[in-house]
């Protein structure tokens, strides 16, 4: 038996479905003459007749004909795992993806849009949080992050720089209160900033969303530090592009993506979308 493969059975099936030899070669488009001679060789391999020659064809003997219905499930477990094979190369699926708010609105959606127009049976799941989403735990698949992991089995592709500055009200006032983010060990980054500016000894609006934080600026309530791809489409006016120290506020953009899923095809494909989108526009997220 174990000489047999699948595609002696299915020479097998097909001449004792057409009778003759001709009409095997013809369903398969296979030559006679190797019909023939595999069917011979999967009669020595099995150790039984399968077929009863004549001159009009060929006929099963009882062996064949007992042997027929396994060769059939052969034939439908066959077809079942072709058709779950082409199930599994189509993007379809639940992917869920954790990242960075800025991000969501100016980068993910337009990342996305064109992969779900194409791809009807592939659904999305977006979350954002100040708090780092735990992979491990597969609270998300893949994520837009700022930090790089620290361990654990997940691939890291950095995709590009964003740019931060001081920035103040449209109308060149400089409130002296700042606006910055609550106080929590996932924002030391940005508090950091605020607090070089003196926002330590200034009287404060702190709130953990930057549309608010933005709105807030925009209104002339105080100054923030805010991304540069943000603070400029509202029109905020930049008052200082570095540090008073003249070190640049920058953080790296990283996709993040657990070693499991490298080869989902669904998660492959967001994962191209993000590259692609982030990567063509990097200019925008890292620029002044």
Do not use: C, K
């Not at 009807?120 to 949080?129: N, Q």
């Not at 698949?141 to 592709?157: F, I, K, Q, S, T």
Request: charged residues 20%.
């Amino acid at each position: 038996m174990d000489r047999v493969n699948w595609d002696d059975i299915r020479l097998f099936l097909a001449l004792a479905r057409e009778g003759t030899l001709s009409g095997a070669a013809r369903r398969l488009r296979v030559g006679v003459a190797t019909i023939s001679r595999r069917i011979e060789r999967m009669e020595r391999a099995l150790g039984v007749p399968l077929f009863l020659r004549h001159q009009n064809g060929y006929d099963l003997t009882d062996q064949g004909a007992a042997l027929l219905p396994r060769a059939e499930a052969v034939e439908l477990a066959m077809q079942g795992m072709r058709q779950e094979a082409d199930a599994q190369s189509d993007i379809r699926g639940m992917v869920r993806l954790a990242s960075i708010e800025s991000l969501v609105s100016h980068f993910v959606v337009p990342a996305l849009s064109p992969l779900l127009a194409g791809n009807p049976e592939l659904d999305v799941e977006i979350l954002f949080s100040t708090l780092t989403v735990n992979l491990h735990r597969h609270d998300a698949d893949l994520a837009l992050r700022m930090v790089p992991p620290e361990r654990g089995n997940l691939r890291v592709r950095r995709l590009a720089g964003m740019g931060f500055g001081l920035y103040g009200p449209p109308d060149g006032s400089v409130p002296g209160r700042h606006v910055t983010w609550p106080d929590m060990a996932s924002l030391a980054t940005p508090l950091r900033w605020s607090a070089a500016f003196g926002a330590a000894d200034a009287p404060l609006l702190a709130m953990n969303t930057l549309p608010g934080q933005i709105e807030a600026v925009r209104r002339g309530v105080g100054v923030s530090v805010l991304p540069h791809f943000l603070a400029r489409g509202a029109g905020l006016r930049l008052l200082a592009n570095r540090l008073p120290d003249g070190t640049a506020m920058e953080r790296p953009i990283l996709l993040v993506t657990h070693g499991d899923l490298a080869a989902s095809r669904r998660v492959l494909a967001v994962a191209q979308a993000l590259v692609d989108e982030i990567g063509a526009r990097h200019r925008e997220l890292a620029e002044a």
